[in-house]
């Protein structure tokens, strides 16, 4: 078999790090990239023998793109710290890479769990991500405060969920809203973009229909409802901030 690198970014990750590592045990080698955890995070990783690399947090990105610059497998399966690789998806990941296709790597599904049930729409199922890769075949973008893998030539498909537990509750899904909309409007700022408040509600209430009933949120029952208002929140809050940062230049 090939050897590969269960590659995790961390930082205060103790609520699920250890399952998360757990489901990477079919990997040969762990690795650790932390940007200066104050709990448990590096006790969970010594326990499952992974390498620890601490690398100050500048952003998804470039965190990522250090990551790259320390893998030494031909292979890396990554995932965050609040994701576990379920059974379906390690096994047929083992066998994948037993003989592998001439791709830079391999999309696979994720499935989130919100409120009360695995959202199975709201435009967040299947959710395909990149995360199986060869090192040399990847490329690392996107727009602050996700970073966006992608293949530099072709791509497979490898079948089974990464399950993702993002939020204990509201009040962290609050604080994350609160520090993602501040990030993204800075970068969009940043990339010339302008906004205003007309703009935010539009923007708000475009993503409320879009996640709602274009995306059948409405099947994933009161946590639908939910996820489809965060939305309006989320984007309403990133326009709004956006236009705050041009008044703030003004003065």
């Known amino acids: 078999m090939n050897r590969i690198t269960g590659l995790v970014l961390t930082y205060n990750g103790e609520r699920l790090l250890d399952e998360a590592l757990t489901s990477l045990s079919f990997c040969s080698e762990l690795l ?3 940007s200066g955890s104050s709990d448990s995070t590096l006790e969970i990783a010594k326990k499952h023998n992974a390498r620890i690399v601490h690398n100050d947090w500048s952003g998804a990105i470039e965190q990522h793109r250090f990551a790259v610059t320390q893998i030494t497998t031909p292979w890396v399966v990554t995932i965050d710290q609040d994701e576990i690789v379920s059974p379906e ?5 083992i066998k994948e890479l037993d003989n592998p296709a001439d791709v830079d790597g391999f999309y696979c599904a994720r499935k989130s769990w919100y409120f009360n049930r695995f959202i199975l729409h709201s ?5 395909k991500l990149f995360r199986i890769y060869r090192p040399e075949g990847i490329t690392i973008g996107g727009i602050r405060p996700h970073e966006e893998l992608r293949p530099k030539t072709k791509a497979g498909n ?3 969920d990464i399950i993702h537990y993002p939020y204990e509750n509201f009040n962290q899904h609050l604080e994350k809203i609160n520090y993602y909309t501040q990030d993204a409007a800075e970068d969009l700022y940043s990339r010339g973009k302008r906004g205003s408040l007309a703009g935010a509600v539009g923007h708000g209430i475009g993503k409320f229909f879009k996640q709602y009933l274009l995306k059948m949120g409405f099947l ?3 946590a639908g409802f939910i996820i489809a208002v965060h939305g309006f929140f989320y984007t309403f809050q990133k326009y709004i901030r956006l236009t705050e940062l041009e008044l703030k230049d003004k003065k």
Do not use: C, H, S, V
């Open 32 to 34: 650790i990239i932390d």
């Open 89 to 93: 998806l390690a096994k047929n990941i």
């Open 220 to 222: 994933d029952g009161r």
């Open 158 to 160: 490898i079948a089974g």
């Open 123 to 127: 435009g967040w199922y299947p959710d």
